[in-house]
């Protein structure tokens, strides 16, 4: 047993070192009272010891390494012992790993999405599916929501809505290379990287089920799955991708399917509409507008411009907040939303 001793004590700090490297990457460790440390610093033996360690729910850095240096303090220790702490040790790590992985697999919104994708941008096994006329209820801003940041103050140079033959589901933002450019809403990045025409691209998903995404960034700062805050910078503005000059290109979703942010965000006040929005799909895409705004069912005889003229408002805005092409016809019993 002399040789075996003097050898223990020759890699003490190489036995502590692989030990805490362990521990420091495990989470909530925890100790019951029942068999916390009090119970393993009274063991009397290297198989008491080793009893605590493999029943114990597990133990901390100072509990540990009392443990261990109890057992170099020992005056005999049995052939093999290390090795029987090293595999409870493995077995413990093992456990955590799993409460790990286990908690890991949460994500904002997961009672309405299935999955949180890190590679395809607007996965297809997510896409919103709604029958027409049917309503959604969303809280923008709350205590589980957060506050609302508007992600850069700059000019509007494109608006959402078809452009060139071509639907642009966003807005863009003029801004300079290099300017910060901020996290709308709390929440957790879903993908940061270089994708097509977006170049490089942050789509962060919030835990009301919208998702946001900042495109043509010259420098992404975030990665999939870190949690961000509102006003948190995710990115520096840029021009990569499909881009003519520096801009920003922001879009809204919910499951894939774009939302003119300008029925969410007063860009002018930099400020939310609204904390609570009603989304409706129409044939043209989705529409949203506050949830306490009125609504009006078309009667027999009904024109757009009537209805406006009804409710003191323009047969433009009518068409905006309903999603409504520029000629339209109105059905019996279809309901409008009209204005606060």
Same mark, same amino acid.
């Given at each position: 047993?002399?040789?075996?001793?003097?050898?223990?004590?020759?890699?003490?700090?190489?036995?502590?070192?692989?030990?805490?490297?362990?521990?420091?990457?495990?989470?909530?460790?925890?100790?019951?009272?029942?068999?916390?440390?009090?119970?393993?610093?009274?063991?009397?033996?290297?198989?008491?010891?080793?009893?605590?360690?493999?029943?114990?729910?597990?133990?901390?850095?100072?509990?540990?390494?009392?443990?261990?240096?109890?057992?170099?303090?020992?005056?005999?220790?049995?052939?093999?012992?290390?090795?029987?702490?090293?595999?409870?040790?493995?077995?413990?790590?093992?456990?955590?790993?799993?409460?790990?992985?286990?908690?890991?697999?949460?994500?904002?919104?997961?009672?309405?999405?299935?999955?949180?994708?890190?590679?395809?941008?607007?996965?297809?096994?997510?896409?919103?599916?709604?029958?027409?006329?049917?309503?959604?209820?969303?809280?923008?801003?709350?205590?589980?929501? @957060?506050?609302?940041?508007?992600?850069?103050?700059?000019?509007?140079?494109?608006?959402?809505?078809?452009?060139?033959?071509?639907?642009?589901?966003?807005?863009?933002?003029?801004?300079?290379?290099?300017?910060?450019?901020?996290?709308?809403?709390?929440?957790?990045? +879903?993908?940061?990287?270089?994708?097509?025409?977006?170049?490089?691209?942050?789509?962060? +998903?919030?835990?009301?089920?919208?998702?946001?995404?900042?495109?043509?960034?010259?420098?992404?700062?975030?990665?999939?799955?870190?949690?961000?805050?509102?006003?948190?910078?995710?990115?520096?503005?840029?021009?990569?991708?499909?881009?003519? @000059?520096?801009?920003?290109?922001?879009?809204? +979703?919910?499951?894939?399917?774009?939302?003119?942010?300008?029925?969410?965000?007063?860009?002018?006040?930099?400020?939310?509409?609204?904390?609570?929005?009603?989304?409706?799909?129409?044939?043209?895409?989705?529409?949203?507008?506050?949830?306490?705004?009125?609504?009006?069912?078309?009667?027999?005889?009904?024109?757009?411009?009537?209805?406006?003229?009804?409710?003191?408002?323009?047969?433009?805005?009518?068409?905006?907040?309903?999603?409504?092409?520029?000629?339209? +016809?109105?059905?019996?019993?279809?309901?409008?939303?009209?204005?606060?």
């Amino acid at each position: 047993m002399g040789v075996f001793r003097i050898y223990i004590v020759k890699k003490h700090t190489v036995l502590m070192c692989c030990v805490f490297s362990f521990f420091i990457t495990t989470l909530s460790i925890q100790v019951s009272a029942a068999t916390g440390i009090d119970t393993v610093k009274t063991s009397k033996s290297a198989t008491q010891i080793l009893k605590k360690l493999s029943t114990s729910p597990s133990l901390d850095n100072k509990e540990l390494s009392e443990l261990v240096d109890q057992l170099f303090e020992m005056e005999n220790i049995p052939e093999g012992l290390i090795d029987e702490v090293k595999v409870a040790i493995a077995n413990m790590k093992k456990k955590n790993m799993s409460q790990l992985k286990t908690m890991t697999t949460s994500f904002p919104a997961d009672d309405i999405y299935t999955s949180f994708e890190i590679h395809n941008l607007f996965p297809k096994s997510d896409m919103l599916k709604l029958k027409s006329d049917s309503c959604i209820h969303l809280t923008l801003q709350g205590m589980k929501e @957060g506050d609302y940041f508007h992600p850069y103050d700059g000019v509007i140079t494109s608006e959402f809505g078809w452009r060139d033959s071509a639907m642009h589901n966003g807005i863009d933002i003029d801004l300079n290379k290099g300017d910060k450019v901020a996290a709308a809403f709390d929440g957790m990045v +879903r993908v940061a990287k270089s994708c097509g025409g977006f170049g490089n691209v942050v789509i962060i +998903r919030h835990y009301n089920g919208l998702e946001t995404v900042y495109g043509h960034l010259s420098k992404i700062k975030v990665k999939s799955g870190q949690v961000v805050l509102a006003g948190q910078t995710i990115g520096l503005g840029g021009s990569t991708g499909h881009s003519t @000059g520096s801009h920003l290109h922001f879009e809204v +979703r919910l499951k894939g399917v774009p939302i003119n942010p300008k029925y969410l965000i007063s860009f002018p006040d930099q400020k939310l509409v609204c904390n609570e929005i009603t989304i409706k799909k129409t044939k043209w895409g989705l529409a949203a507008y506050p949830t306490n705004i009125k609504l009006y069912k078309v009667e027999k005889g009904d024109t757009v411009f009537k209805i406006a003229k009804h409710f003191a408002t323009t047969t433009s805005s009518l068409k905006e907040i309903n999603g409504l092409p520029y000629k339209t +016809r109105l059905r019996v019993g279809q309901v409008i939303a009209v204005g606060q």
